[in-house]
C-alpha cells in the first residue's frame, strides 16, 4: 500500500495561482499512474482533475487544459498540480490517487491521500 500526503492548498482570489504536492510513501512513486482528483462542496463525487503516467505522460479534464500542470519527480517520490488562472469553480478538496488501471474513475484508484483544500474567492 502506498501512503499519500497532500499540501499547497489554500485561499487565493480568481487569476491566483497555486502548487499542490503529493508524497508518496511505502512504495516509489514511479511504478504508478498518479493522479489528481477533486470534490466541489456539495460534490456527489470527486472528479478527475489530471493523472501523469510512468512515462510521463499527462491527461487533463477539458476545463483546465492549459491552466493546470502535473509533473512528478520520481526521485523524490512526489506528484505536483501546477494551478493557474484559478476561478471560483475550482473551488474544491484535491486528493492525488494511485491506481495500476488504465482509468479515470475515482473508483479505480487504490490509495488516496486525505485532501487539500482549495478556495478560490471572486
Known amino acids: 500500500q502506498v501512503q499519500l500526503v497532500e499540501s499547497g492548498g489554500g485561499l487565493v482570489q480568481t487569476g491566483d495561482s497555486l502548487r499542490l504536492s503529493c508524497a508518496a510513501s511505502?512504495?516509489?512513486?514511479?511504478?504508478?499512474?498518479m493522479a489528481w482528483f477533486r470534490q466541489s462542496p456539495g460534490g456527489k463525487e470527486r472528479e478527475f482533475v489530471a493523472?501523469?503516467?510512468?512515462?510521463?505522460?499527462?491527461d487533463y479534464r477539458d476545463s483546465v487544459k492549459g491552466r493546470f500542470t502535473v509533473s512528478r519527480d520520481n526521485a523524490k517520490n512526489t506528484v505536483y498540480l501546477q494551478m493557474n488562472s484559478l476561478t471560483p469553480g475550482d473551488t474544491a478538496v484535491y486528493y492525488c490517487?494511485?491506481?495500476?488501471?488504465?482509468?479515470?474513475?475515482?473508483?479505480?484508484?487504490?490509495?488516496w491521500g486525505q485532501g487539500t483544500q482549495v478556495t478560490v474567492s471572486s
Open positions: 493523472r501523469i503516467w510512468r512515462s510521463g505522460a499527462t
Open positions: 511505502g512504495r516509489p512513486a514511479g511504478q504508478y499512474v
Open positions: 490517487a494511485t491506481s495500476f488501471v488504465n482509468s479515470i474513475k475515482s473508483t479505480d484508484f487504490n490509495s
